[in-house]
C-alpha cells in the first residue's frame, strides 16, 4: 500500500459453506398381485455450488509455498525497475502460464508481460545545500527531507515563520490572514507547552497528536499546513538529540525518488520538506537556538500563541542535485476467457512491488503486497481450475499484478491509461493490498476483512458483496477505513484507486496497517496464513458472483456519463472565490470556453464535467460539486462526505 505522503495528500486531505445435498432413499408400497408402480422420482438434487468447490482450493499451504520465494531476500525486496521487481514479474507470469492462463498482451516480447518506460529522479541529499548569508550548510549534515525541482537550480528562500504551525479553536499559529503561496514557511517540531511543561492541547496536558518530533507530528498539522500553498516547509527539530532521531522519525520520506512515465512532463509537486537541526532553523529566522528557545518559553507563560520576534533573512538560497535515469518496468497479465459473457471483464489485482533494499537491509514486503499477489496467483488457479473441468466462469476475468503501487500507484495507471480490454467492458476491480495480517483492533475476535469502496460507485456491487459473504460462512466485514473522513485516506491509496476514477465499480481488500508496516520486518514470519485464506476464499466467492450474474452491476446515477451542457450565463454565474467555515480551503472557479475549472487553495487547477443543472464533477477524485439555485453557495461531495462553499 502506497504511503500518503505529505506531497501527495489528496485534494480535500480531508453459518457452514453451502454444498449439493445428496438425495435420500424413497420407499414405494405395493400391494400384491399387482404390477409394481413405477417408482416415484426422487426430488432434484440441489445443484452444486462449484464456488465452493473451487474456493476450496485456496489453502494456507498454497499460499505459503508462493509468498515464501515471492517475500525472500533473494528477492531484493521488489522494488519497481530493480533486478528484484524484474525476478518477481517472471515469476508470476510462469505461474499464469502453467495455470494455463494466457497472455493478453499484444506485441509484447512476453504475452504475459506489459513493460512501460519510466524516469527516475532522486535526490543526492549530501550534495544538495541551503545557504544563508556565506555560510553554506549541507543535506545529511543540517537537514534531510525531500526536494523538488522548484530547486534544481539556485533559488532564493522566502522564510515565514509560522510557530508551531497549529491551527485549533484553542490554540492558532495563523489568527492573523497572511498569504503564504509560494513561500518557504519555517515551523517548529512538537507542541506548545504551559509553564508546568504540559501539553496545551492534550486531554489533561497529556501530549496531542502534534507532539511528535516525528513524520507523525507533521502530519497532524495537514489541516492547517498543506492547503496553505507555500513551496516549503521547513521543519525544526528542538535539540540536537531529536534532529539525530531524524532518519528514523522522518523514515518514510527518506530517499524518496519521483518517477514518471517516458514522455510525460514532470509533475509540479505541491511541496519540499526540510527537517533541519535547531541552528540551520534558527540561522534562517535571523536568530540563535537560544533564542528559539526563548520564543518556545514565552508562548508557555502565555499559554497561548504569541508574537515571534524573528527577522527572518532575505539572503537565504537553496539547490538540490537531483540525478534522473530511464528504466522500463512491466505489468503482468493472466487472462481467463469468459463463456457467454466472456465480452465482459472482471479484473482481479494486486501490485508486486515492495520497497527494495535500504541501506543494505531487503524490505522484504510480505504482506505488503506478497499477500495480495499470492492471493491473486491463487485464485487464478481456482479459477482455471474450475475452467479446465467444465465450471468456467461467464465473463472474462484478467489476474492483473500491477508494478510501481509504492511509488504513485504507477503500473495500475499505465494500464488504465492503455488498458489491454476496454475499460467500458471492464465490470468491476476486486483489488487486495494487504490481507496477511490480524490488526491490533482484531486480535482475538475472530476472523475479518476491511472493505473499502464498494460503495462509492455502485450501490448493486455493494448489495452483491455483503450478500455474497453472508451466504459463505461470514466474515466480520469492517468499513473503518470507507469512511470517507478517516485519517488514513485509504480509498486513494492503492491500484483500484485507477480503476474507479475511470468509473469501474471497486472493492479494495485489506487486514488493515500494522507495526511493521514498511518497515524491512515486513516478513513471512508474521503472516497468518489461515486467516489470509479465508480472506481469499470470500473475494474468490466475490467475484464468482460477479463473473457468474445476468446482468453486470450498475453504477449509480450519478456516474453515468450524461450529454448535458449548462447555459453560458450559468458558468457566469458560478465563477467566483468561495470558502468553507469546515475546511481551511478556497477554491476559485472560473470559465473556460464550455467548461468549468476550479482550482483549490495551493493545488494544480482542474475542468470540471458538467452532469445536470448546476451539477458538476471530477471523476479523478471522485469529486462532485452541487450549486444551489437560489443563493451564491455549493456543497462539495467526495465519496461521502459533504463539505459546503459559500461565496466570498
Do not use: C
Not at 493490498?433 to 448493486?460: C, F, I, N, P, W
Not at 446482468?551 to 448535458?564: D, G, I, M, Q, S
Request: proline share 7%; charged share 25%; aromatic share 10%.
Amino acid at each position: 500500500m502506497k504511503t500518503p505522503l505529505p506531497l501527495t495528500l489528496a485534494l480535500l486531505l480531508a453459518a457452514g459453506a453451502a454444498t449439493g445435498q445428496t438425495p435420500g432413499k424413497v420407499k414405494i408400497k405395493t400391494k400384491p398381485g399387482r404390477n409394481a408402480p413405477t417408482a416415484a422420482p426422487a426430488p432434484a438434487a440441489a445443484p452444486t455450488d462449484w464456488s465452493v468447490t473451487y474456493a476450496q482450493t485456496i489453502t494456507p499451504a498454497g499460499l505459503k509455498s508462493d509468498l515464501d520465494v515471492l517475500a525472500s531476500d533473494a528477492y531484493e525486496g521488489r522494488e519497481t525497475g530493480k533486478k528484484g521487481q524484474k525476478m518477481a514479474a517472471d515469476y508470476i507470469a510462469k505461474a499464469f502460464a502453467a495455470d494455463g492462463l494466457a497472455g493478453p498482451v499484444a506485441g509484447s516480447d512476453n504475452p504475459y508481460i506489459q513493460h512501460f518506460g519510466m524516469k527516475r529522479t532522486s535526490l543526492d541529499l549530501a550534495g544538495s545545500t541551503v545557504k544563508v548569508g556565506g555560510q553554506t550548510f549541507q543535506g545529511k549534515r543540517d537537514f534531510y527531507g525531500v526536494m523538488t525541482d522548484d530547486f534544481a537550480t539556485a533559488a532564493p528562500l522566502q522564510p515565514v515563520f509560522v510557530g508551531y504551525g497549529i491551527k485549533e479553536e484553542k490554540y492558532s499559529d495563523f489568527a492573523a490572514p497572511a498569504d503564504y503561496k509560494g513561500k518557504d514557511i519555517i515551523l517548529l517540531a512538537g507542541e506548545p507547552l504551559n509553564a508546568q511543561g504540559k501539553s496545551l492541547l492534550g486531554a489533561e496536558g497529556k501530549p496531542s497528536a502534534y507532539a511528535p518530533a516525528s513524520l507523525e507530528g507533521l502530519a497532524a498539522r495537514r489541516k492547517s499546513i498543506f492547503p496553505l500553498g507555500a513551496r516549503t516547509i521547513f521543519v525544526v527539530m528542538p535539540t540536537a538529540a531529536a534532529y539525530a532521531a531524524v532518519p528514523k522519525t522522518f523514515e518514510q520520506i527518506m530517499g524518496h525518488e519521483d518517477l514518471t512515465f517516458d514522455g510525460e512532463e514532470k509533475k509540479k509537486q505541491g511541496f519540499n520538506i526540510l527537517v533541519v537541526s535547531p541552528e540551520l532553523g534558527a540561522k534562517l529566522l535571523g536568530t540563535t537556538p537560544a533564542g528559539l528557545d526563548k520564543y518556545r518559553q514565552s508562548v508557555a507563560k502565555a499559554g497561548k500563541a504569541v508574537a515571534a520576534p524573528f527577522k527572518p533573512v532575505a539572503t537565504a538560497t537553496a539547490q538540490a542535485k537531483l540525478n534522473t535515469e530511464p528504466f522500463t518496468t512491466e505489468n503482468v497479465l493472466g487472462y481467463l476467457e469468459g463463456g457467454d459473457k466472456k465480452d465482459e471483464l472482471l479484473v482481479v489485482s494486486a501490485h508486486y512491488d515492495h520497497l527494495g533494499v535500504k541501506d543494505g537491509v531487503v524490505f522484504n514486503g510480505a504482506d505488503d503486497d506478497g499477500s495480495g499477489t499470492v492471493s491473486v496467483l491463487a485464485m487464478a488457479r481456482a479459477f482455471s481450475q474450475a475452467k479446465k473441468e467444465g465450471h468456467g466462469p461467464r465473463r472474462s476475468i484478467l489476474f492483473l499484478a500491477n508494478t510501481g503501487e509504492e511509488e504513485g500507484l504507477l503500473g495500475s495507471q499505465y494500464y488504465t491509461d492503455h488498458p489491454v480490454f476496454p475499460l467500458e467492458k471492464t465490470v468491476t476491480d476486486l483489488n487486495i493490498d494487504m490481507v496477511g495480517r490480524v490488526d491490533s483492533l482484531h486480535q482475538g475476535k475472530g476472523d475479518y476483512v476491511y472493505l473499502v469502496g464498494a460503495d462509492r460507485l455502485s450501490t448493486e456491487l455493494n448489495a452483491l458483496s455483503e450478500a455474497t459473504n453472508q451466504q459463505y460462512n461470514p466474515l466480520a466485514l469492517d468499513y473503518k477505513y470507507n469512511d470517507p473522513a478517516d485519517p488514513e485516506q485509504i480509498y486513494y491509496r492503492s491500484d483500484h484507486y485507477n480503476f474507479a476514477k475511470h468509473n469501474v465499480p471497486i472493492i479494495f481488500y485489506t487486514s488493515g496497517l500494522h507495526p511493521q508496516y514498511h518497515k524491512a520486518t515486513d516478513d513471512v514470519e508474521f503472516i497468518d496464513f489461515p486467516a489470509m485464506a479465508r480472506r481469499d476464499q470470500l473475494i474468490f466467492h466475490t467475484a464468482w458472483a460477479l463473473a457468474e450474474r445476468d446482468a453486470r452491476v450498475a453504477l449509480k446515477p450519478e456516474f453515468v456519463k450524461t450529454n448535458f451542457a449548462p447555459t453560458s450565463a450559468d458558468l457566469d454565474r458560478y465563477a467566483g472565490t468561495y470558502a468553507s467555515p469546515q475546511i481551511p480551503l478556497k477554491i476559485t472557479f472560473t470559465r473556460e470556453g464550455s467548461a468549468l475549472k476550479a482550482q483549490a487553495t495551493g493545488q494544480p487547477a482542474f475542468t470540471l464535467e458538467a452532469v445536470s443543472p448546476g451539477v458538476f464533477k471530477f471523476d479523478p477524485a471522485q469529486l462532485r460539486v452541487e450549486f444551489s439555485p437560489e443563493q451564491p453557495t455549493f456543497k462539495l461531495k467526495q465519496g461521502g462526505g459533504e463539505f459546503e462553499f459559500k461565496k466570498e
